[in-house]
């Protein structure tokens, strides 16, 4: 007997989507993954964060289907525990890190290899750590540059950023980078997105494209949005995504993805 979601699958971010600004996946949104996944569905999430971020909440996540992390720069099973693919960026592309250091010595840089965060140029915002477990190096030395890099994370007031965003890809490197928040810019390897990633997802397990759905709520979702058939940007979301994007979502504070789900079934 066929079930509400055969073969529908379901990919969301983390940040601002599926996690409300009480840093909590809500009961409500809880339930209706479970309910999705019980009915014949596939769920997984797509999020900048790095493995050991997104293992905090393993226990509140339900997931049927390997997770896009650092922006699609790495998919991993989290079931078997293993890594799908990974790529890092260019060797080449590293020197422009050094001269953003040089001219905004007010923004923060951390530099993600191996899952450990390596504080490059420290500000407010990376004592975000201190909460947290994961393994960080503050006291950088030259060996950084010598390890493979998976995502370099720019960190600042939304002025400053705003400013990089504009001018990032014009002066100081022309590869993939995109804004995941007001207050974060990332860089990741060349044609490195969510959306990539989600087509390697696809194509890895054979998944029916006419039935994939994501949701997210910044510019790195953006991509993403558009390779799934039904792209949702929540009503908190930026408003850049919300010009592009059809379908709105209600807010990370109001059980976005027990929304859709219930778009889904009653609409789709």
């Not at 997984?44 to 922006?71: C, D, F, K, Q």
């Not at 960190?155 to 705003?162: A, D």
């Not at 980078?177 to 054979?206: H, M, P, T, W």
Request: net charge negative.
């Amino acid at each position: 007997m066929s079930k509400i979601f055969d073969g529908y699958v379901l990919v969301s971010d983390m940040d601002g989507t599926l996690i409300g600004s009480d840093k909590i996946i809500s009961s409500d949104n809880r339930e209706a993954i479970d309910y999705f996944i019980n009915e014949g569905g596939l769920f997984t999430i797509a999020t900048g964060r790095m493995l050991p971020s997104v293992l905090e909440y393993r226990e509140s996540l339900n997931l049927n289907l390997p997770i896009l992390i650092h922006n699609g720069g790495k998919i991993y099973d989290v079931i078997k525990e293993e890594i799908i693919s990974e790529v890092y960026i260019e060797e080449n592309r590293k020197e422009a890190i050094k001269r953003v250091t040089n001219d905004y010595p007010n923004l923060g840089i951390e530099i993600f290899s191996d899952e450990v965060v390596y504080v490059y140029q420290s500000c407010r915002f990376t004592e975000r750590y201190n909460r947290h477990n994961y393994e960080i190096v503050y006291d950088v030395d030259d060996s950084l540059w010598e390890k493979n890099w998976i995502k370099v994370l720019i960190i600042g007031e939304e002025k400053e950023l705003n400013i990089i965003e504009e001018i990032y890809c014009s002066k100081y490197d022309s590869g993939s980078a995109y804004r995941s928040g007001k207050n974060y810019f990332d860089i990741v390897a060349n044609g490195v997105s969510k959306g990539q990633a989600l087509e390697c997802l696809i194509d890895k397990y054979k998944l029916d494209k006419n039935k994939v759905i994501a949701v997210g709520d910044n510019m790195n979702d953006l991509e993403m949005l558009k390779v799934a058939r039904y792209g949702f940007v929540v009503e908190n979301g930026e408003e850049r995504v919300k010009e592009e994007v059809d379908l709105i979502a209600t807010s990370c504070d109001d059980n976005a993805i027990k929304f859709v789900i219930n778009y889904i079934k009653n609409k789709i």
